[in-house]
């Protein structure tokens, strides 16, 4: 029987434990995350272990709600982070199975040198032992980055940022080797859908010194602010959107749903339509001539608890995936307009779109990835289905790596572990039944987890 987290955590054979052995120590490359960079600047302690394990964290907020825990015990302001990791403790044994209750005890292990079980009879021990090592240097956020062996890491950020704390951690001295790059993510001016869409072209407006009244207004406003991503090292964009809307769109139908919106008119939904899919070929464009990678995440379903969202705002654990959403059709006009042009990693939150991912990945080459399994997939379960898939249907070698997708700089090592003992595991399992030589397996895993993503991004 395998000890849990043992050093045969998920790896069901001698050549997956050999393969794991070849990538365990390789650097991290992070090419999607939602990194504080304000907190890797300060570089200050942090205070507990509900800061660097829950406060950020809504795959735990989620778990926690099912279990019964009140909100003022989740992201409530009335009580202290004390009697928050405390209510954690008490329902912890009961998410076990979930990927969560692995990630959490990777941490403890790795990074805290605790290996205790996370319950109520523990919680106070974890707590004490966690508040005092926290309190030394090496657990500042920009020694964690080096021990957890981060080269690069893409944080994703808005147009409108002015990317202060990452210009002052490239010029601190003494800062970590760690590249810590921002990601272009203009998903605010595509939703023309939001209500509070007109006030941001008014931010837009006033980064770029101008007023914005036309579709070619907001076309070249967001291009001074891609260029500005650029000169500061930017290697990607990033696109959330429910529907990958990439159909043929004239500029003039464009401006006429922009100055509609802009008035605080309503849109029907052939007009938002068509205005994602000309803002959707405008950053093509822009990423085209950068040669920057342009990723895709399909398929999320935003606040779809009203009362949550009410309650709390977005990005809070009231998202859920839906398989009917179209993805063949509508993102047919985009990767056929930059063909050979353009670098594209398409995510899926739910899984029954990695077939048509993996087709469409197949029949465009080497221009068009898939990303790893993103969201509610990021477990053992939905990486083995997916890599299995992917390397049976496209090719591992093309693989666009893994991404940590993390709110919480504390688990980018513990999620990067469990998806190259999945792929050693998978690649093991192929050797151990003659599909693939052993010499060559270990190189795969080795491109796929480091070398294949370096240069596909650019790194």
């Not at 008014?202 to 000169?231: C, K, N, W």
Request: proline share 5%.
């Amino acid at each position: 029987m395998t000890t849990f987290l043992g050093d045969d955590y998920l790896l069901t054979s001698g050549t997956g434990k050999k393969i794991f052995d070849a990538i365990k120590n390789l650097p991290i490359l992070d090419a999607h995350n939602h990194a504080n960079v304000k907190e890797i600047v300060e570089n200050k302690n942090y205070t507990d272990i509900w800061q660097v394990e829950a406060a950020t964290d809504h795959y735990v907020w989620e778990l926690m709600r099912k279990r019964g825990v009140p909100e003022r015990l989740i992201t409530g302001d009335a009580t202290t982070n004390e009697e928050k990791w405390m209510a954690l403790a008490s329902v912890f044994e009961y998410i076990a199975g979930n990927p969560t209750y692995e990630w959490i005890h990777l941490d403890l292990q790795r990074r805290f040198g605790i290996t205790e079980l996370v319950n109520q009879g523990s919680a106070r021990r974890i707590w004490d032992v966690a508040k005092e090592r926290l309190s030394r240097p090496e657990m500042r956020p920009q020694a964690l980055l080096a021990a957890m062996g981060v080269e690069v890491m893409c944080s994703t950020d808005d147009p409108a940022d002015a990317l202060g704390h990452h210009e002052a951690l490239a010029r601190a001295a003494g800062a970590p080797r760690v590249r810590v790059l921002p990601t272009w993510r203009p998903d605010k001016s595509m939703n023309v859908f939001k209500k509070d869409f007109p006030d941001y072209v008014e931010m837009l407006a006033a980064r770029v010194g101008r007023p914005i009244t036309d579709i070619g207004g907001l076309v070249s406003a967001l291009q001074e602010t891609h260029d500005y991503f650029e000169a500061r090292g930017c290697k990607a964009s990033d696109h959330g959107i429910q529907v990958p809307f990439g159909y043929d769109v004239p500029a003039g139908r464009a401006d006429e749903v922009f100055k509609k919106r802009l008035t605080g008119n309503d849109l029907d939904p052939a007009e938002t339509r068509d205005y994602i899919s000309y803002m959707m070929h405008q950053f093509a464009a822009m990423n085209s001539k950068s040669g920057w990678v342009m990723q895709i995440h399909v398929g999320a379903v935003r606040d779809y608890r009203d009362s949550l969202f009410e309650e709390l705002g977005p990005d809070t654990g009231g998202d859920i995936c839906d398989p009917s959403i179209p993805v063949v059709e509508p993102v047919k006009a985009l990767l056929n307009a930059f063909d050979g042009k353009l670098k594209v990693v398409l995510f899926s939150l739910d899984p029954v779109h990695w077939p048509a991912m993996a087709t469409i990945a197949r029949a465009f080459g080497k221009d068009v990835s898939l990303g790893s399994a993103w969201w509610f997939n990021d477990s053992p379960v939905g990486m083995r289905r997916q890599l299995e898939y992917v390397g049976s249907v496209d090719l591992l070698a093309n693989f666009a790596g893994m991404v940590t997708d993390s709110r919480k700089l504390m688990s980018y090592g513990s999620r990067t572990e469990m998806f190259r003992r999945v792929l050693a595991d998978v690649l093991g399992a192929m050797v151990e039944k003659g599909q693939l030589p052993e010499a060559l397996a270990a190189k795969l895993a080795r491109h796929a987890c480091y070398e294949g993503p370096k240069a596909l991004f650019g790194f």
